[in-house]
């Protein structure tokens, strides 16, 4: 394999680990508190996203919330109904910062979430922690295609959350009623996210495939943990009453 293709591959790699990630720990385990997570696997998660985005989850669980609060009016943090689809597109990181860097927003919508020892002592240092991320493709790569590797990461994953918020805002099926839309392609490419009406429609369900044909990833990563007892559901059935109805 050249050298460089291994290196595409690893970003590759790299941001689907950090997208399910995102998925299982940040969004439906803390935002939501769909699941609940073994301690151990917790602390894997968060020294995953520490090392592969530099994310302290709290901001990212305040900005999610406060998306939930204000679903596509002036007081979401990124919606591209009101802020336009290429802003939350392609900036969609510099919007989720004007909020996680609020104290008070992140004080309001995360108050289940204090900073600990272990935040103040490394997983609140972004830099270090993507040093360290960034240091492992050095090890592995060399210098050159190590920054072949991050870049490939950063931008899949930028554009990836960006998709979630202004594709899942503006384009594709609403089976339920909100605003969100349904994108299996997206789903496909984002460990489920892409099937963000069925998670506005049954927020508290660990489960984003609600239809028949409906695939979501991140979920058979949730059935593993749930069935090596390092995760327990929250509601297996949190299921939206329309769709129980058809």
């Known amino acids: 394999m050249p050298p460089v293709l ?17 998925t ?25 996203i520490w090392v592969s985005t530099g994310m302290q989850p709290r901001q990212w669980v305040a900005v999610h919330r406060k998306h939930h ?33 609020n104290p008070a927003a992140v004080a309001r919508y995360a108050r289940d979430l204090p ?23 050095v090890v592995l790569f060399g210098w050159q295609l190590a920054l072949v590797a991050a870049a490939v990461h950063a931008t899949y994953y930028l554009l990836g959350g960006g998709a979630i918020n202004a594709i899942g805002h503006r384009f594709g099926r609403r089976p ?33 495939s609600l239809a028949r044909g409906e695939v979501d990833p991140g979920w058979w990563c949730i059935k593993l943990l749930v069935r090596l007892r390092c995760a327990t559901l929250r509601d297996t059935h949190a299921v939206p009453k329309a769709l129980s109805a058809s």
């Open 6 to 22: 291994g290196a595409v591959l690893a970003g590759l790699l790299v941001s689907q680990v950090a997208l399910l990630v995102s």
């Open 24 to 48: 299982v720990y940040l969004h439906r385990c803390l935002s939501h508190r769909a699941l609940r997570l073994s301690p151990g696997v917790r602390a894997a998660c968060r020294v995953l």
């Open 69 to 101: 609060a204000f679903t596509d009016t002036e007081r979401d943090p990124h919606s591209p109904l009101i802020l336009g689809f290429s802003r939350v597109q392609f900036a969609n990181a510099l919007l989720y910062r004007k909020v996680a860097r």
């Open 115 to 137: 900073a600990d020892r272990w935040d103040r002592l490394l997983f609140d240092h972004a830099i270090l922690g993507l040093g360290l991320g960034v240091g492992l493709f």
């Open 176 to 208: 339920f009623d909100n605003l969100a839309t349904n994108n299996q392609w997206l789903a496909w490419l984002v460990v489920g996210e892409g099937l963000h009406n069925n998670h506005h429609a049954a927020t508290t369900s660990s489960r984003f």
